[in-house]
């Protein structure tokens, strides 16, 4: 597992609705760096660790004891295998996954560094009030300020109720984008699956090419005698899970949009 994404509409019952499905929240070692971005009292936290500086890197990394404290509505959390994260060996907090501008957090699976010429070409797309926010030459970073430059130009980056629809076109164009670039760089790597959120909603796209699987599954709690609590509504997005655990594969080339009353949609990339 390298990209965890979940939402529901009772903060205070996350961890109990996860439990079940602990097991599926180990990404096995070696782990190079981890990080979590969460919504908490309408604000994006971020929660990043090089997993240098949390322990020994060939254990695996149990994200339910990190998420188990916090109440949160929409959670999207990374962790990065030591033998894929090119800046290991520097490895500063501000390269650990998610990142953030404003309200919104993406992470992204795959390849952790962007060659020069790629990043420049990439970076020439984005404005200049969102370049001057780049850090560093990770391909999540390039990725959320390339979307977000996408929603700049049909303005709609700061609408709160910005429509399903629009993020899911923005987001296949981002991810093509990156594509057409690689090819004409001679690149052999392609963007990976991505979950981003804008504090309201969830989005989980998986490429047709390079994207890891990736299984919805509906979360549920119980009430104090055993039934289904039917108040409570939550979706755990994970490449951990399988059909086996209740859960339902979303097909390579496919975007699934979680809605702030906790509808799934999923839809074909090239169909948006």
């Not at 996860?18 to 929660?47: C, K, T």
């Not at 992204?108 to 797309?125: I, K, N, R, S």
């Not at 390039?142 to 993020?167: E, F, I, K, R, Y």
Request: aromatic share 6%.
């Amino acid at each position: 597992m390298s990209i965890l994404a979940c939402m529901c509409n009772q903060p205070q019952r996350l961890a109990e609705a996860l439990a079940p499905v602990r097991a599926s929240l180990v990404a096995p070692g070696p782990i190079a760096r981890w990080g979590m971005g969460y919504i908490h009292a309408g604000e994006v936290l971020l929660s990043r660790t090089p997993r240098s500086a949390a322990g020994d890197t060939s254990q695996p990394l149990d994200f339910y004891a990190a998420i188990e404290p916090i109440k949160s509505d929409c959670l999207i959390a990374h962790a990065a295998a030591a033998a894929d994260d090119a800046t290991a060996s520097s490895a500063p907090t501000e390269a650990t996954q998610p990142f953030r501008f404003r309200r919104w957090m993406l992470a992204q699976d795959g390849a952790t560094l962007v060659e020069p010429a790629v990043w420049q070409a990439l970076a020439d797309h984005v404005p200049d009030f969102l370049r001057r926010n780049l850090r560093g030459r990770t391909a999540a970073e390039l990725t959320l300020h390339v979307l977000m430059a996408m929603l700049h130009d049909q303005g709609m980056l700061d609408d709160p109720n910005l429509p399903s629809p629009l993020a899911r076109r923005a987001i296949s164009d981002t991810l093509a984008l990156f594509a057409s670039t690689l090819t004409r760089a001679g690149a052999s790597w392609r963007p990976g699956t991505i979950a981003v959120s804008n504090s309201r909603a969830l989005w989980v796209a998986r490429p047709e090419v390079s994207g890891a699987p990736t299984h919805v599954r509906r979360l549920q709690v119980h009430d104090d005698r055993g039934y289904r609590d039917d108040s409570f509504r939550g979706v755990l997005i994970t490449s951990a899970l399988a059909p086996g655990d209740g859960a339902e594969e979303v097909p390579a080339g496919s975007v699934v949009a979680v809605s702030r009353d906790l509808r799934v949609d999923i839809s074909s990339l090239a169909a948006t």
